[in-house]
Each structure stands twice: as C-alpha cells, then as structure tokens.
Nanobody, 118 residues
Framework: QVQLVESGGGLVQPGGSLRLSCATS????????MRWYRQAPGKERELVAG????????SYADSVKGRFTISRDNAKKMVFLQMNNLKPEDTAVYYC???????????WGQGTQVTVSS
C-alpha cells in the first residue's frame, strides 16, 4: 500500500522558516516525480514546486521562487520543502504528491497545515 506522510507544518511568524518533509512507502520512489501543492481556505489547490526523479530538475510557482527549495533523498524515499521568508499568503494546507505518468500513478498525502501569522 502506498503511503505519503507529510510533517513539519506549524505556526510561524512572517519572515520565518519551516521545512516540510514527506516520507513515502510502498512505491519505487526514485521513479516518481515529486511535487508539493498547497490549498488555502476558499481557494483551489495550486502547484508550489516539483522535482524530477533524480533531483536534477526543479520548478517553482512564481509566488515562491527564491524563497522555497524542493529537494529529495532517494535513499530515504523522502522529499522536502524548505520554506524561507514566509508570508501570510503562504498560509495553506501543504500536500505531497507522487506522480508516475507512464503507469498513471498519482498519489497524495493527507496534508500538513502551515500558518504564517504574527
């Protein structure tokens, strides 16, 4: 059974940092593109960052470029999102996503809440 479990969310003041982690099991992690999404109250889920299977290619939403960094550890089957200089508009539930298009696999975690407030 495939599981994705996010952790690391919480309450942080504007300008602060958080590091989200996503631990996976039940899949051949190194064959999956990994992504972080977020969903704020009353808004649609949006793609925040993505990373290729080897970690060599990353992409970011314009709203987080220069502040967030996605990384992965294929040996540990984990993906991370380092979030710096957080802003109130970053407040959302953050979700980990594993995708393998060739076999139509698309898995999601349960989400972790990030709240940026003074």
């Amino acid at each position: 059974q495939v599981q994705l479990v996010e952790s690391g969310g919480g309450l942080v003041q504007p300008g602060g940092s958080l590091r989200l982690s996503c631990a996976t099991s039940g899949l051949i992690f190194s064959t999956y593109v990994m992504r972080w999404y977020r969903q704020a109250p009353g808004k649609e889920r949006e793609l925040v960052a993505g990373i290729s299977t080897t970690g060599g290619v990353t992409s970011y939403a314009d709203s987080v470029k220069g502040r967030f960094t996605i990384s992965r550890d294929n040996a540990k089957k984990m993906v991370f999102l380092q979030m710096n200089n957080l802003k109130p508009e970053d407040t959302a539930v953050y979700y980990c996503n594993a995708v393998r298009v060739s076999v139509h696999h698309d898995y999601w975690g349960q989400g972790t809440q990030v709240t940026v407030s003074s």
